[in-house]
């Protein structure tokens, strides 16, 4: 709650320092002084900023309401809600895609330090951080959208209820649309999780309850099992939580580079007109959307680690 | 001392039955920096439900003798070199050509008949944590945090008995009651995090006795707990020897503690070993420069000293030791032949069954050890 209210907050003030005016965009290129003071009264920007705030609050608790884009009138709630799914497709396929990544890689680098597969996926770890995701996004595009063909090179489609007049639709149009962005998408994650896994496994190894594991007589895939994963990957449910929750928030270079009308680039849309209520949507949402997934972990960590369970 | 007796007893009935012979054991790793020979040459055996201890410097190679005979070291690797004086070397060889293993032992552990240094993996599993159990240092991590200790010890008892788990969790309520855990059923279903650190080696003690093995090795058990409790662990374990007639591997710093539970005693100093007799002897008439330097530095009741004698300078680096007899840098008697030669153990004229590594002939070693012990404790010299 505390989160929530300092988020929005600093959002509005940021805004307001922010040295343009958004009613002169709203009315026009060629609006006159009194069309823009007109525009202003309209949108509610004439108000001190305070109450502008107020405002905004008193609407998102009693209306459940996000208010009006300043440049279209749509509904932004509306918008967000179309924009949510195309986010949360990425997101999620992008998160299964990089899980299945970096968990054998991250394990069996761990058992094999040093070993061939251990130095190769370094390499990958390597670039996986450093190229920028709008580069590898612009290369995968290249090469197997445009070159080879093997996918559509941009745009999306929805799983079920194609909107009339959509040129596509349906799981297998929205899953083929999406490979090259969960890739592209999950790269740097993979990466990340790869290097993070190979050293929480390495870790856990040298630990002591896994030589009395081993002292006891217990063959080596139990040990692993029971005794070095499930320890292994507590921290990694931690992070996988956190990243969900910012990444729901707007995959803002993997949407632009491919075209899906997420909400990254909604938001960039609406920073660009100096939009404040949809810029406020696009806030408010990713900021519940990580404050649900700490509290998934929370409750999640609370059922897997005995240690923090509540007396 | 009434359970030592009672050991003694037990050691007596079956003097000629070895549960556990090492001979030439060694045990070399590799290292960035090179190869390190944590073990080289060390021989010992004991007897079935005797007490040995092995006591000795951080790093002289205790721990690493016990986890080589349970195949527990990082990496083994699995070479057979015959012995001979040119196993170091070929070992060093192998070690330096290996990319699979960083972790080498050599010798025999003839354990009931079986060398446990050349069985297959399955069957050292079966051994390890069945007839071999082995305690740890450290209760506050030696215990699985996510798991709770009943799960550990049913996991122990089905790894190795042919038991329903209904069957298995009795056993490990039995197991825990045995060991003094108070209302054990309800305790059963607790996490390591919910126990003291003397609580949490009774639940290791517990779960290395539940398949009853012949042997029970101890890795500094007392080490890291504070002293009352390491009293009580000391008896724990004294009684659970009486109980299940279980042959004991203690390795300790700790000379006190071997004093208490000992029936017969190694003294380790760099990878070998530099005295062993039984336990009366060490106190009463240790033949081993190091094992004076060890008892000198022990804190007496007594007697009322300023200060406690130290052994002058560091252990030696395992990855390069020194020429010849490897105390003999920090050794007040050494002579030429020290730095030449490695002493092999050796019975001592007084007594067959005490052995020690060392050039110095008896007399003069005889009276040194009458002066080191009378330098602390008047009487006992007076009396022997």
């Not at chain 2, 008896?235 to 029936?263: K, S």
Request: aromatic share 8%.
């Amino acid at each position: 709650m505390v989160l929530f209210i300092a988020v929005t907050m600093v959002t509005y003030v940021i805004f307001f320092v922010i040295p343009a005016n958004p009613a002169a965009m709203a009315a026009g290129k060629s609006a006159s002084a009194a069309d823009i003071a007109r525009a202003e009264k309209r949108l509610g920007l004439d108000k001190p900023v305070p109450i502008q705030y107020e405002k905004f609050l008193q609407r998102l608790v009693i209306n459940r309401s996000l208010g009006y884009s300043f440049t279209n009138r749509r509904d932004v709630n509306e918008m967000v809600l179309a924009a949510a799914p195309v986010t949360a497709s990425l997101v999620f396929g992008g998160v299964i895609l990089w899980m299945l990544m970096a968990l054998p890689i991250g394990i069996l680098s761990a058992l094999r330090p040093r070993s061939l597969l251990d130095r190769s996926a370094m390499v990958f770890v390597l670039i996986g951080i450093s190229a920028p995701v709008i580069w590898i996004g612009l290369v995968l595009q290249y090469f197997i959208g445009f070159k080879w063909a093997l996918t559509p090179n941009s745009g999306y489609c929805d799983f079920i209820n194609p909107p009339a007049g959509a040129t596509c639709g349906g799981p297998v149009d929205w899953f083929t649309h999406l490979i090259l962005p969960w890739f592209t998408f999950a790269i740097l994650f993979a990466a990340i999780y790869v290097r993070m896994i190979r050293s929480n496994v390495m870790d856990t190894l040298g630990e002591d309850y896994v030589r009395t594991a081993r002292a006891k007589g217990a063959p080596e895939t139990q040990v692993m099992q029971k005794h070095v994963l499930r320890n292994a990957l507590l921290p990694v449910v931690t992070m996988l939580g956190m990243d969900i929750g910012i990444a729901l928030g707007g995959a803002i270079f993997t949407e632009y580079i491919f075209g899906l009308p997420g909400l990254g680039r909604l938001a960039i849309q609406s920073l660009e007109a100096f939009d404040l209520p949809t810029i406020m949507g696009v806030v408010v949402f990713s900021t519940l959307a990580i404050i649900v997934f700490n509290v998934i972990v929370d409750v999640l960590y609370a059922g897997i680690d005995p240690r923090i369970r509540l007396e | 001392m009434t359970s030592t007796a009672a050991g003694k007893e037990l050691a007596t009935d079956g003097a000629n039955e070895l549960l556990l012979d090492v001979r030439d054991l060694r045990t070399y790793f590799k290292t960035d920096d090179g190869i390190v020979k944590a073990v080289d040459g060390v021989s010992f055996s004991v007897g079935r439900g005797e007490t040995l201890g092995i006591v000795g410097e951080s790093g002289c190679g205790k721990s690493v003798t016990m986890m080589s005979i349970l195949g527990l070291n990082p990496k083994p690797g699995r070479v057979n070199i015959p012995a001979g004086p040119g196993r170091g070397e070929a070992m060093s060889k192998a070690l330096q050509d290996s990319t699979k293993f960083v972790s080498l032992s050599t010798g025999e552990a003839f354990f009931k008949g079986e060398n446990l240094l050349t069985v297959s993996g399955s069957r050292l599993r079966e051994i390890r944590g069945g007839d071999i159990a082995m305690i740890f240092q450290d209760p506050m991590t030696s215990l699985n945090p996510v798991h709770s200790i009943g799960t550990q010890l049913i996991e122990a008892t089905l790894l190795h008995q042919d038991v329903s788990k209904k069957q298995a969790r009795k056993l490990a309520i039995e197991a825990l009651k045995d060991v003094g855990i108070p209302r054990a059923e309800r305790r059963i279903d607790d996490y390591p995090h919910q126990f003291s650190g003397g609580m949490r080696q009774r639940v290791m003690i517990a779960m290395a006795l539940i398949n009853d093995p012949k042997l029970l090795i101890a890795d500094e058990p007392t080490t890291a707990l504070d002293v009352t409790t390491q009293a009580q662990i000391l008896e724990l374990m004294n009684r659970m020897q009486e109980e299940h007639g279980t042959a004991i591997v203690m390795i300790t710093h700790d000379l006190g503690v071997v004093a208490e539970v000992a029936d017969e005693v190694v003294v380790m100093y760099a990878a070998r070993v530099a005295e062993r007799a039984p336990v009366d002897n060490i106190y009463e008439q240790p033949m081993h420069p190091y094992t004076w330097g060890l008892l000198g530095s022990l804190p007496r009741l007594e007697t009322d000293v300023e200060r406690l004698t130290q052994i002058p300078g560091q252990p030696p680096s395992l990855l390069r030791p020194p020429a010849g007899c490897r105390f003999n840098p920090r050794c007040t008697f050494a002579f030429d032949r020290c730095r030449r030669e490695l002493p092999e153990l050796v019975a001592t004229l007084a007594d067959p069954s005490h052995t020690q590594a060392c050039f110095l002939d008896e007399e003069t070693k005889l009276r040194e050890a009458h002066r080191v012990l009378a330098s602390f404790d008047p009487e006992a010299a007076g009396g022997g």
